[in-house]
């Protein structure tokens, strides 16, 4: 070969090769902050449909939630000489804020969103070591303690802006006094029943021969003819200002399924555990339990199923351990709400799986390939 | 005959397979050099013996190491001339390794000393046993395993299955397929020899769907030698061993055996078309076909170079870089090996020499693990990668071996896939390193 052609000719320059070890090249889509992005995308949908139903309180708590979780997770790494923006940046404390918003009422005071916040970032996350260590849902944890330390708080719920304009016909949710405190236009002061502690406490007045539950029922499928399961459906009821709306939620829900951020089987497996389990404990004793399609679009069931059970870091990682978590959630849901002293068991049914966590992950391994051929002797 | 796959393995990957970017250029001859650096040790097992000294003459083919024992190959000029130095030269794996200087004459004379056998059905499997050791011929598909030792399984498996694979499942890389489309008899002869070496009847040759124009040619010309094609799956790495085992048979290699224990033989086509040359024409093997390819590469392609060729000169056949790439890899994007220097030679196993941009070789910083499962879902082994990796990062050999890290085959589906950008396969390498050592000490013989 002449010279002249080697001239011409440009070569990779060797003192700026790159030696490292395999593989070279590496997915473009997969990185934590833009799974978080997509997991905040698919949080959006339930955060409109709370602001719909709930007004602008809804949207002052899910901002709080967020900037306090932000700042705290700052606080947090400064305190522990980390770099201040070094964990934010994986948008993980926003995905936390949402959530933590979601399982609050929209009308919690400003006080609330920083103690959730502290709760859900410090105690929930970073106490274990950060993103990845924590073995509870943060958000969860922060609910969960905001519940014990302020059970008046957490217990109290607002109406949808729907249900004050059209407050006669939720008379069974809406108290008199509070009634009375929609005409008089005090809107501040104006709680609601949830859906599940209507059934649970059943307040209705007796009729004969039925029990509180088949009265309180009737009272609220009765509620604008059929509608009361559609509004269990859109959100129209009391509750947290992101668990009301399945809709909302399934929309955000099949998106990370899409996407495959999170596994088809755990809300499947969830949500269709508190389907067969209620539908059988309404069959045996209709008394005891309202029916399965309520107690499936009630609650905080698919903001648990989709987004909270889903967490990466507090389930199991093999397919089928997560089904048996998403089993393991649906059953103590059901036990809960059924029996339990709650109206709701959502919170604590994934706070209970996530202990059980490590125990699944141990018991749901794999089988690596060629072990079973070794166990039958297949060798030759 | 056309046949689909049997089975699926599970996990894997699917990523940009980049092969339009060479896959349409024909074999090119490259020129002769003036200088040739040939490695001694290409292969898995014992290194050779230098059979040559400075000064000699040699002629093309002719052996300049003989193998070192019977897990071991030999090698051979790659042209005729004379022998220069004795020295080390930078290796594939980045430590420096014994070669033989070839300064060319420029006559490239052949003098293999090994005679045709162009009759070989009716020659006795020994004798193209043996022959295909003095050839040289190691595994061209990355392992260089000597395929004379593969074609020699214990009395006491029952070898049914050969299997050929034509799967090139690594993204970038496209020699293979060329080869498939220029050379399909070669191939096919190449397996059919194989076939009577190890006394079976079926063959099998496995490719994957994206390259539908080797599987026709192929199938076009297989009934004479009754080969069947298989079609598979694209799905990285649909090439590995026992995933093509599990692919084509149904069987499942028992862990921590090997493909003769599943009654199966694996090679690769280009070792197959190697064998037909040493068998059909007495050459051994001095030359292979490697892609050159790349983003920053010029002109984009497949050659057949001289084993010793240093990668610098197959560089400059390409054209050069038309800007500055970040590395530079023998092999495939998911399992070659980056290189530093490029007076690297190219060996019996460099299916490729790929480049790739600055841009794409972003070194990342590993993040904790956050549980996501992905590498988990990829895995082909079906392994508990994510937690094998905390363990290995904690030290925890022990129990990384019990999460039977030493069946990784490393291919890469789960780093590729990492959205915390963990290192899991150089844990992996870690980990069975310190492993080995430690059992190397508990029993040292």
Redesign the interface.
Known sequence: ?SEAT?NE??????E????????????KS???W??MLWVILSLLPAAVAGVWFFGLPALEVILLCVIFSVMIEMAWCMIEGKPVFGTIK?LSAVVTGMLLAFNLSAGVPWWICLIGAFLAIGLGKQIF?????NPFNPALVARVGLLIAFPKIMTTWVPTRQMIAEAPTYSDFISRADMVAIRAGKLDAVTCATPLGFAKNAVTPQLVGRTPLEAGMEKFYAVDGQDGLWNLFIGNVGGCLGETSALALLIGGILLISLKLIKWQVPLAFIGTVAVFTCIVNMVSPTTTPDALFHVLSGGLFLGAFFMATD????????KG?VIFGIGCGLITCLIRVWGGYPEGVSFSILIMNALVPLI?RFA??????????EKG??? | MEEVQKKKFTGGIHPKDNKELSSGSAIQNAPLFEKYHVILCQHIGAPPKLVVKTGDTVKKGQMIAEPGGFVSAPVHSPTSGTIGKIFDVPGPSGVNQEAVEIIADGQDEWGSGLDPIPDWQNTAPEVLKERIAKAGIVGMGGAAFPTHVKLSPPPAKKIDTLILNGAECEPYLTADHRLMLERPEAILEGASIMARVLGIKNVYIGIESNKPDAIAGLNAKSEPYKVNVVTLKVRYPQGGEKQLIYAVTGRKVPQGMLPMDAGCVVQNVGTAAAIYDAVTQGRPLVERVTTVTGEPVVNPGNWLVRIGTPIADVIRLAGGVSRTPGKVILGGPMMGFAQKSLEVPVMKNTSGILLLDQVDTVQFTSQPCIRCGKCIDNCPMDLLCGTISCFIENEKFDKAEELHVMDCLECGACAYDCPAHRPLVQHVRRAKAEIRARKAKQNPK
Do not use: C
Request: charged content about 20%; proline content about 9%.
């Open positions: 070969m080697n000719i440009r070569m990779p320059n060797p700026k090769l790159i030696v490292s070890s395999s593989p070279h090249i590496h997915s997969q990185e934590i833009k799974i994986d070591g950060g993103l990845g260590s990466m870091v507090t389930s199991p990682m093999t397919t997560a992950d391994k794999k089988i690596p390939f060629g072990y079973k051929a070794l297949e060798a030759i």
